[in-house]
């Protein structure tokens, strides 16, 4: 399936655009303790698909309509290998739908040679087996498995902690760890219940903020 769309924590402005910090746009955001906050990469958004006991692994963007530059497609062509999968997923049954989703980063993608200023990389964001989404403990176990990274954790916090965090303007934790442009803004956050919790449509209580969302 393709990557679900995440909802920014606010309403915005029709006019201007910018978030209206008095409309939260879901109820549910409101009523949660606790989110797991990671770094919003600015990149592009990739998958990867592996049916368990199958040799064949599929590389998708966001959509299957969506391209992706063929220097990237190469690289998680490289990285993302049947073997690797099998091997990370050892308990998985046979058949199951495993997806990977991440962000694909680094140079000619957006700004992303302020992350990369050479060549380009992935970071896992998301992984679900079947119909089960893993908790952030597992995903951190399925890249460390695979030889890749996640998204990098800003920590645990409520609300309010999470867009004060934002608003204090912090810096690419990325860009510092690849070498990458030391002043480089954090694009946003990206927050998800702390434990994971679903809207009753099925969806993830799940919301993104950017830096340049505010006024």
Known sequence: MDYPKIETLYDRDEKT???KEDQVRLPEFSNVKNWWVTE???GTNMRVLHEKGHEAVEILGRTRNAQVPTFLLKYMQETFTSEKIEQAFPDAQKN??????GEG???RIQKGGNYRPKDVSFRLIDVRVGDWW???LDILDIADKLGISTVPEVGIMTLEEAVAFLKSKPTSIVAKAEGGNPQYPMEGIVARSHPLMLRRNGERVIWKLKQKDFP
Not at 96 to 101: F, H, K
């Open 96 to 101: 199951v739908v495993i997806e990977l989703y």
């Open 105 to 107: 980063y680094g140079a």
């Open 40 to 42: 919003k990469i600015d």
């Open 134 to 136: 893993l908790e952030p």
């Open 17 to 19: 655009f910018k978030v």
